[in-house]
């Protein structure tokens, strides 16, 4: 297995980056089961306030570098690493030029991770997807970053298909970088993932479903995680209503009558109305 350097790990499995889904309560929780976590995307120029408590891997994107040094010295003491997103398929992405969008652009590529590298001694990771330039891409990589995360489909798949294992242990074959794999892990194929890979992501299967971390990784919590354990974080961090209740959909996910309790959230007009929810 091939280490990260200056990142100290108690195992190998890490919270994806998601976007709504990975804010400051659900990523606590996930780090308390044992992931190391990730912020959702993240623009330098942004004036949004920041909560890292979890002192998360603090994921970028942007089509160029301005703003990225100042963005990383505000906050760099608050990460645990850096990582900057060539992966998101979504048409805003294809609209504004950035994450999987942004592949063919190697020069800004190199200009962006190069002023990440300089702004910063913490770990910098890139996150991409299989494409004609992967591999362009992992060569710029090697000279800026101490590891890649790979999910290997396409643009066009986005999360639907099989993830191209084979694509991924070539790019893996290719270089001394650690590589992070990314795409379908779940409780039956992390051990033989983890043979072929030095660390993973878990995303979809996390949903509503921190508890995920503590099973794959061994690690002993004193009471399954909640979603009653979600909502007080959830107003000790201020988060909107939309979003709790967004979040408390997720956790009925596998729960006994889960149909059932969609529906009373669904009637739901305010945060107290989810309080006493027995999800």
């Given at each position: 297995?091939?280490?990260?350097?200056?990142?100290?790990?108690k195992n190998r499995?890490?919270?994806?980056?998601?976007?709504?889904?990975?804010?400051?309560?659900?990523?606590?929780?996930?780090?308390?089961?044992?992931?190391?976590?990730?912020?959702?995307?993240?623009?330098?120029?942004?004036?949004?306030?920041?909560?890292?408590?979890?002192?998360?891997?603090?994921?970028l994107f942007c089509?160029?570098?301005?703003?990225?040094?100042?963005?990383?010295?505000?906050?760099?003491?608050?990460?645990?690493?850096?990582?900057?997103?060539?992966?998101?398929?979504?048409?805003?992405?294809?609209?504004?030029?950035?994450?999987?969008?942004?592949?063919?652009?190697?020069?800004?590529?190199?200009?962006?991770?190069?002023?990440?590298?300089?702004?910063?001694?913490?770990?910098?990771?890139?996150?991409?997807?299989?494409?004609?330039?992967?591999?362009?891409?992992?060569?710029?990589?090697?000279?800026?970053?101490?590891?890649?995360?790979?999910?290997?489909?396409?643009?066009?798949?986005?999360?639907?298909?099989?993830?191209?294992?084979?694509?991924?242990?070539?790019?893996?074959?290719?270089?001394?970088?650690?590589?992070?794999?990314?795409?379908?892990?779940?409780?039956?194929?992390?051990?033989?993932?983890?043979?072929?890979?030095?660390?993973?992501?878990?995303?979809?299967?996390?949903?509503?479903?921190?508890?995920?971390?503590?099973?794959?990784?061994?690690?002993?919590?004193?009471?399954?995680?909640?979603?009653?354990?979600?909502?007080?974080?959830?107003?000790?961090?201020?988060?909107?209503?939309?979003?709790?209740?967004?979040?408390?959909?997720?956790?009925?996910?596998?729960?006994?009558?889960?149909?059932?309790?969609?529906?009373?959230?669904?009637?739901?007009?305010?945060?107290?109305?989810?309080?006493?929810?027995?999800?």
């Amino acid at each position: 297995m091939r280490t990260i350097p200056n990142l100290k790990l108690k195992n190998r499995i890490f919270l994806a980056p998601m976007e709504e889904i990975n804010d400051i309560s659900f990523r606590l929780l996930c780090k308390k089961a044992g992931a190391l976590t990730y912020t959702g995307m993240i623009h330098p120029l942004t004036q949004q306030k920041i909560d890292l408590k979890d002192k998360p891997v603090l994921q970028l994107f942007c089509t160029d570098s301005e703003g990225v040094e100042n963005f990383i010295k505000k906050h760099d003491k608050e990460v645990s690493a850096w990582d900057f997103n060539l992966g998101c398929p979504a048409k805003t992405a294809k609209k504004h030029g950035f994450g999987v969008f942004l592949h063919s652009n190697l020069n800004t590529i190199k200009d962006i991770l190069k002023t990440m590298r300089q702004s910063t001694k913490k770990p910098l990771f890139v996150k991409i997807r299989k494409s004609d330039s992967a591999f362009e891409i992992l060569e710029i990589a090697e000279k800026y970053c101490d590891a890649i995360c790979i999910h290997p489909r396409t643009q066009k798949q986005g999360y639907s298909g099989e993830p191209d294992i084979k694509f991924a242990e070539e790019l893996r074959n290719k270089t001394k970088l650690p590589i992070i794999y990314s795409g379908d892990v779940n409780e039956n194929n992390y051990s033989s993932l983890l043979k072929k890979f030095d660390y993973l992501m878990i995303g979809r299967k996390a949903i509503g479903n921190p508890n995920i971390f503590a099973t794959l990784s061994s690690k002993k919590l004193k009471k399954q995680i909640t979603f009653a354990d979600y909502f007080k974080l959830a107003n000790k961090y201020k988060l909107p209503f939309e979003q709790i209740k967004s979040q408390a959909m997720n956790f009925t996910k596998g729960k006994p009558n889960s149909k059932k309790i969609r529906l009373e959230i669904f009637k739901v007009k305010n945060v107290e109305g989810l309080k006493d929810l027995k999800i």
